[in-house]
T-cell receptor
Framework: DAGITQSPRHKVTETGTPVTLRCHQT?????MYWYRQDPGHGLRLIHY???????DKGEVSDGYSVSRSKTEDFLLTLESATSSQTSVYFC??????????FGPGTRLLVL | AQSVTQLDSQVPVFEEAPVELRCNYS??????LFWYVQYPNQGLQLLLK??????LVESINGFEAEFNKSQTSFHLRKPSVHISDTAEYFC???????????FGTGTRLQVFP
């Protein structure tokens, strides 16, 4: 268990509003990731970070931005939420031996 | 780009029967392979992984997977399943020179009494 928490755990919002999801880790892992999970698609990488202020895009980055100002926190922002962004969002960190550890997830519903 | 295929979206099986969940990946020179398990309303947990060395890897709860380079496969097996094994299983792969995991679409294992 890499001590990963996500907040909020559930959120309902309206189309066009900004949304920020937070991931917090206590293991001092360098790499952090944001995924979304949708039926029939498995997990898809949105953005990842390889250090403070160092981020890169993943497979499905359009409509999302991220920030990492501290090692322990990785924020995912939906600038203007759309219904297609309704999903379950998972944060992960990478520890030793290439293993990724996952948080409990955030369920987001965009109406 | 690397890709992962899990052909079976659902696998129903009776308790104490054997099971195999299939995973194939696209060819690459050097890969790391993983199986993750997701129980309902939870995050993913690592089940087992292959990084190098012995091609047969085992988990603490009786699952095993074999890395087959010639067939680019990493199938997950268990000789006798329990009700508690009911979950969704994800195969994932990363190239040795990247920091990203590519996931398959998942296989839902349903164990019936």
């Amino acid at each position: 268990d890499a001590g990963i928490t996500q907040s909020p755990r559930h959120k309902v919002t309206e189309t066009g509003t900004p949304v920020t999801l937070r991931c917090h880790q206590t293991e001092n892992h360098r790499y952090m990731y944001w995924y979304r999970q949708d039926p029939g698609h498995g997990l898809r990488l949105i953005h990842y970070s390889y250090g403070v202020k160092d981020t890169d895009k993943g497979e499905v980055s359009d409509g999302y931005s991220v920030s990492r100002s501290k090692t322990e926190d990785f924020l995912l922002t939906l600038e203007s939420a759309t219904s297609s962004q309704t999903s379950v969002y998972f944060c992960a960190t990478k520890g030793s031996q290439e293993t990724q550890y996952f948080g409990p997830g955030t369920r987001l519903l965009v109406l | 780009a690397q890709s992962v295929t899990q052909l079976d979206s659902q696998v129903p099986v009776f308790e104490e029967a054997p099971v195999e969940l299939r995973c194939n990946y696209s060819s690459s020179v050097s890969v790391y392979l993983f199986w993750y398990v997701q129980y309902p309303n939870q995050g993913l947990q690592l089940l087992l992984k292959y990084l190098s060395g012995s091609t047969l890897v085992e988990s603490i709860n009786g699952f095993e997977a074999e890395f087959n380079k010639s067939q680019t496969s990493f199938h997950l097996r268990k000789p006798s399943v329990h009700i508690s094994d009911t979950a969704e299983y994800f195969c994932a792969v990363s190239d040795a020179d990247t920091d990203k995991l590519i996931f398959g679409t998942g296989t839902r294992l349903q164990v019936f009494p």
